[in-house]
């Protein structure tokens, strides 16, 4: 098993940057595929990113191309999102995901996710 506890969270101004941290506790860390999940008020839990269990892959929803990144360090059992050029329907809380395949964290389904941590956009 695999517990997660997100930070970074905050508010920011549209444009700006922030970067979320995930660490996950569990030996096996490095043996599950990492991703982010955001919920904004009133939507459903939508696809955010995730990376493969070495790093070398990464996959983003359509919405966040080109802007955010994610990436893990596997020594520190840390996942990150960079956010870069943040928009105000960018607001959501965001969770950190974990599963064995990428396929479940980009339904919104994976088996473990945290308690998530809240960025909120300003205009």
């Known amino acids: 098993q695999v517990q997660l506890v997100e930070s970074g969270g905050g508010l920011v101004q549209a444009g700006g940057s922030l970067r979320l941290s995930c660490a996950a506790t569990?030996?096996?860390?490095?043996?599950?595929?990492m991703g982010w999940l955001r919920q904004a008020p009133g939507k459903e839990r939508e696809f955010v990113g995730a990376?493969?269990?070495?790093?070398?892959?990464?996959y983003y929803a359509d919405s966040v191309k080109g802007r955010f990144t994610i990436s893990r360090d596997n020594a520190k059992n840390t996942v990150y999102l960079q956010m870069n050029s943040v928009k105000p329907e960018d607001t959501a809380i965001y969770y950190c995901?974990?599963?064995?395949?990428?396929?479940?964290?980009?339904?919104?389904?994976?088996?473990?996710w945290g308690q998530g941590t809240q960025v909120t956009v300003s205009s």
């Open positions: 569990g030996r096996t860390f490095r043996r599950y595929c």
């Open positions: 990376v493969s269990w070495s790093g070398v892959s990464t």
């Open positions: 995901a974990a599963d064995e395949t990428v396929a479940p964290i980009s339904d919104s389904r994976p088996d473990y």
